[in-house]
Structure formats: C-alpha cells, structure tokens
C-alpha cells in the first residue's frame, strides 16, 4: 500500500523509524517505550491523519497492526510532555543531512537561503496552561477580556521546489518574537553550519543584534525596510531619484530595480549595508498591480540583481510553504496536547513528515494520476485506514 511505500522511503533514504527510536521522555518506569510513542507520532503524521483521536480510531479500526503497536492517547498524550525535543531536533538534522548529501534537496537561485518568520498556533479564551501568552483583546476601553495562546519561529531552507523545514522556537510569555528568533538563530547557526549562508526575514528582522549574530557565526541578512526606518528609507528613496534602475521582465512582471551601498545611518548596525529597491507591474488580464519593495542586506556584492530580488522574494516560502501549506493540509495550528512542550513535540515531527513527504512526492511519484500533494496525502491515508494492498485504482473507466 501507498502508506508502506512511503514509510519505507523514509527508511531507505533516512533510517527513519531507528532514528525516532532513540527519542526519549522524562517518565519515570515506564510500561510503555518511548520509541512506540515516537512510531505511533510518526504514522499518525505521515498519513495526514491530523488528531490523536483519529489515530486511536484507526487503530480499533485494526488498519495500524501491522504498522506500529500505538499506545493510547492518553499515553502518547503524557509522553510529549517530557519528549526530549532536541532529539527530535537530531532527526531533522540527520534527514536534511542525509538529503543534502544524497543531492535530494537544493540552493535556491545558486545561493543557500534560511528564512525565519514567527507564527501563532492556537487561541482561547478558555483554555490555558501555563506557558500560554496573554493579550487582552477587548476593543472596549476598561474592560478585559483575556485571550491566551502559544506562538513560535520558524526557521526553514528555501528551495526552488519546496522548502525544508529544520526547527522551531517557542515564544516564551513576557517575550516577543525577536528574542525568540535570537534563540534558534544561535542554535541553526550551530546545528546546521553549512545549511545557508544568509538568513531573510520581514521588518522585524531588521535587527542590529540580528545582523550582528549571523555576522558572528560569518553569515549574512536580508530584511524588509519599511519607512518607520525612517533614515535609511528616505537615503534609498533619494539616491533612486538621481540612479538609473536596472530594469527587466519575468514572466508577467517588469522589475525597475535600484542597489544603493549606504553606510553610517543604521547606528544599531554601524557598517555598509545595500538597499535593494524594486518597483514591480505586474499585469494580469489587462489589470496592472504596481507595488514597492525595498530590503536592508549585508550580502557580498552579486552581478546577478534578478537572483538577488529572486533572493529577498524568498521570505514568501515561509508563509506559503511552512506556514500556510502546513496549516491547510497538514493541520498544524491543530492542538494535540496542550503543553509548551508537547506543542512543540508534534510541531517537530509534522516538520519530519512535511520533508518525507515533499522529497518522495518530487522524486519517487511516477503514476501521472497523483499530480497534488493533496491527492498524494489523500491515498496514503485511504491506504492506511483500509489497510489495502494497492492503494490506486485500476486505470479509470472511460466515459
């Protein structure tokens, strides 16, 4: 069946199931080994099944036999809150090494780019541990209303086919996304050393201490410049004025595009940095949409401006990729236990299984038929709830 097919992919090129072996929790004696709560993790997100329940009802159902002896949810449930999340971090490391060598996985546009973004991932006005945030969501001046919910960073590799998830951190109550991002940044910096050599991010990344952290660890940024960076947006604006731009055409888009070497009027980072501006028209059906980039980068000087805002357009893969894609089909924002690290545990593993996937569906699907990742979830989960040796259909009938 598709779901075998799939499962031993990932053995075959990642040694996957011994890898989640080695994962271990923090329960004292326990009756059941932390490698079936790991396997049963696993299944239940390579499938797509999105819910501990539905895992437990597929296997009274009798489809996960032969797969995986999976605990119950009330013990998978216990077990990520005390999973140790740095050894799941391990397996993501070890798979995107193991892609990496096995050339499975690529630069984008020639360069190697990681792209850090935050997201939020569950809200209630009921529901609450204690790691939850707390805002105060009533528009109404003296009255509170308390909303609580969990958010994290992202950290992903662009790539020209899909991206590659390698880690999250919590953002702590009391602290905000930069600190946050400052934490993973240290830490892909030196789990992943030859991973990327720059780091894109929105406004908020538009950070000295940002800047001055990758440029430790010899890497480089590129960051949003929105005009509440008040100086160096009006320097950008004004050496446009009196500069030619490079102008060119991709696809349905014509580019008018400046690179600005400005130096002294970013004191948080006290170096030369390039501003990059693009003004873009797009047209589609007769309708012109004109919008206005600009970005902040300590990148070495490139000849090639089309890959350089190829580059700072990248960010958008964490949005769409990560964040939007995950959440859509995967059910990321989907609270499988409510605990700081248990959230954090399934979030893990979806990224393991979000990898597995996006490699096998671009390199392993030859039936034509399957052309979604969508569809491609879809037959894998059929196949392991019905427990069918084939998984498709015969050829369909003509009409």
């Known amino acids: 069946m598709l779901f075998n097919k799939l499962l031993g992919y990932g053995n075959k090129h990642f040694d996957i199931i011994k890898r989640v072996g ?83 996985i690529g630069g984008y546009y020639g360069r190697a780019i990681g792209i850090v973004d935050g997201h939020e991932v569950t809200s209630s006005y009921l529901h609450k541990c204690g790691h939850c945030r707390v805002r105060n969501v009533s528009k109404i001046e003296g009255k509170e209303v308390l909303q609580y919910y969990h958010s994290f960073v992202a950290f992903i590799l662009a790539g020209q086919k899909f991206a590659t998830m390698l880690d999250i951190e919590p953002i702590l109550p009391g602290q905000g996304e930069l600190t946050s991002a400052y934490r993973l940044l240290s830490r892909v910096c030196v789990n992943y050393p030859k991973a990327f050599e720059a780091v894109a991010g929105d406004a908020l990344y538009l950070a000295g201490e940002v800047y001055r952290l990758l440029k430790s660890h010899r890497k480089y940024a590129v960051s949003i410049l929105k005009d509440e960076s008040r100086q160096l947006y009006e320097e ?42 693009s003004e873009e028209t797009k ?67 979806l990224f393991i299984a979000v990898n597995i996937v996006n490699i096998f569906f671009n390199r392993n699907i030859k039936d034509k038929r399957i052309k979604t990742k969508v569809f491609l979830l879809d037959l894998v989960k059929a196949s392991l709830l019905l427990n069918h040796r084939s998984s498709l259909p015969p050829n369909p009938i003509p009409t």
């Open 22 to 104: 080695h994962i271990t929790d923090e329960r004292v004696r326990p009756h059941i080994p932390t490698s079936d709560i790991s396997e049963s993790i696993l299944t239940m997100m390579l499938s797509n099944l999105g819910s501990l329940n539905r895992l437990d009802a597929a296997k009274s159902f009798g489809s996960l036999e032969d797969i995986v002896d999976a605990p119950s949810v009330s013990t998978i449930a216990r077990s990520a809150d005390t999973m140790d999340l740095d050894a799941i971090r391990e397996v993501l490391k070890e798979i995107y090494l193991a892609a990496r060598k096995k050339k499975m």
């Open 236 to 277: 950008a604006l004004a050496l446009s004025d009196i500069a030619e731009p490079v102008t060119y055409a991709d696809d349905k888009t014509t580019y008018r595009v400046w690179k600005h070497k400005i130096e002294g009027l970013w004191k948080s980072y006290n170096k030369e940095i390039t501003v990059i501006r």
């Open 283 to 349: 047209t589609a059906k007769d309708i012109e949409e004109k919008t206005d980039w600009m970005w902040v980068t300590n990148l070495p000087s490139t000849g090639n401006l089309r890959n350089l805002v190829r580059i700072c357009h990248s960010r958008w893969q964490i949005e769409n990729q990560c964040f939007n894609e995950t959440v859509n089909i995967w059910a990321l924002d989907h609270i499988y236990r409510h605990s700081e690290n248990a959230i954090a545990v399934f979030i893990l593993f």
